[in-house]
């Protein structure tokens, strides 16, 4: 297994089920390294001043957000932490949907869950109920000072996080011509629509993943073997590369389930009293998003 990319909780109502990430998915295709043809040294990157053209240190490097004038604000990662004070090792579950809800092009990543800190009970408790129910959770989750939206599936023995793409990062359709929907709009004959028809369903089968190879990648495997085999390699020193793990401490909280249930049934009952007591109450201004915080 990968090292691990993240240690936190799983966070629904109160109870916390302590975890690990790892990835769940690997690039398979041709990893092409960039090299110095005069010398076959690596090119790698460099931290440059695009100034000076000189090389600087780490520590002297700073965030900056640009702005519309051309100027910039300056922050520390001390100060993005403290803007968004939610904590950053906790995967905070908000609603739970149905899996079809969620379109194909809101996935993005995929990663596996691992309970830790005699967890598995808690974590077990989690996947069996939300297979029981046919639901995935919705989530949210800090990782390098980024936040995700996550989709959390029970798959088998796993709890798998899968990052989702925030709708505003999805690009509209409405620019691309498109042909009208419905076979009536598309001119479609009924002929043609029943061939159509048909040869889907001859080409039907279940999924099999083992099926699919990546083609393009075994013809330049193929090329690399003949180079080897006929000895035109060259020499190159590899540069060594290393990153430091995550870790942090989780308190299991199982024994908050009834507390965290019966906290949302006496929320529900109270509604009906509260909007009584409130009939023509306000609607409350809509929360500004992160951007506009930004701004503020």
Known sequence: MPRVIWKGAISFGLVHVPVALYPASTESGIDFDWLDKRSMDPVGYKRVNK????????????????????DYVILSDDEIKAAYPKTMQTIEIETFVQATE?????????????????????????REAMLAQGVVG??????????????????????????????????????LKLPAAGKSAAHLKDSELKMAAQLVADM???????????HFAEAVHALIAQRVKAGKTEKVTPLE????????????????????????RGAAA?????????????????????????RA
Do not use: C
Request: aromatic share 4%; charged share 30%.
């Open 51 to 70: 100034r000076t053209g000189k090389e600087i240190d780490k520590a002297n490097i700073v965030k900056g957000v640009k702005q519309p004038d051309g």
């Open 102 to 126: 969620i379109p194909f092009v809101h996935l993005e990543r995929p990663y596996y869950l691992e309970p830790l800190a005699k967890g598995e009970k808690v974590y077990a408790l989690l």
């Open 138 to 175: 919705i989530a949210r989750v800090v990782m390098h000072t980024k936040e995700h939206l996550a989709a959390l599936i029970p798959a088998g023995p796993a709890l798998m996080l899968n990052t989702l793409r925030w709708a505003k990062d999805i690009r509209d359709i409405e620019d």
């Open 204 to 214: 039907t089968d279940t999924w099999q993943a083992d099926r699919y190879e990546d």
């Open 241 to 264: 590369e290393a990153g430091p793990a995550a870790s942090t401490n989780v308190v299991d909280l199982t024994a908050l389930l009834k507390q965290s249930l019966g906290g949302r």
């Open 270 to 294: 109270n509604e009906p009293a509260a909007k009584a007591a409130k009939p023509a109450a306000r609607k409350a201004p809509a929360k500004k998003t992160t951007a506009a915080r930004k």
